[in-house]
């Protein structure tokens, strides 16, 4: 079976948190689109052959393990490193949630110059 496609509303909602972060582009990538602040990704969102939208990003070790607990709609990545994990996105997807998420995820994948110019939710 194929890959589902990415809705265009939901890369457009990804857009408009990530691209305020500095230095974060978004760019076409295997399968859907990534978005990466110096040739390292801070998040990819693409459709699977179940027909499901996932993104991926990187986490906090307490995150991962509270992703691995939790279960569905989040996920640990394996392959990935350790710090991989990700969400089933859907109607019922939590954006506040989402937006604390990929804000971590750009702090760990940024330079440290970069990371301490972003606001975090929660500081």
Do not use: N
Request: aromatic share 8%; proline share 6%; with cysteine.
């Amino acid at each position: 079976m194929a890959r589902s496609e990415v809705p265009p509303e939901w890369v457009a909602r990804l857009d408009a948190f990530l691209l305020r972060f500095p230095e974060c582009r978004a760019e076409k990538a295997w399968a859907g689109t990534r978005w990466r602040v110096r040739g390292a990704t801070v998040a990819h969102v693409f459709g699977g052959e179940d027909q499901l939208l996932r993104v991926t990003f990187r986490a906090d070790p307490d995150e991962v393990a509270a992703f691995v607990h939790l279960g569905g709609p989040r996920f640990r990545v394996g392959g990935w490193g350790s710090d991989a994990v990700g969400l089933i996105l859907d109607e019922g997807t939590d954006l506040a949630e989402l937006a604390e998420l990929l804000t971590d995820s750009y702090c760990r994948q940024a330079p440290a110059a970069l990371a301490a110019l972003v606001d975090r939710p929660g500081e």
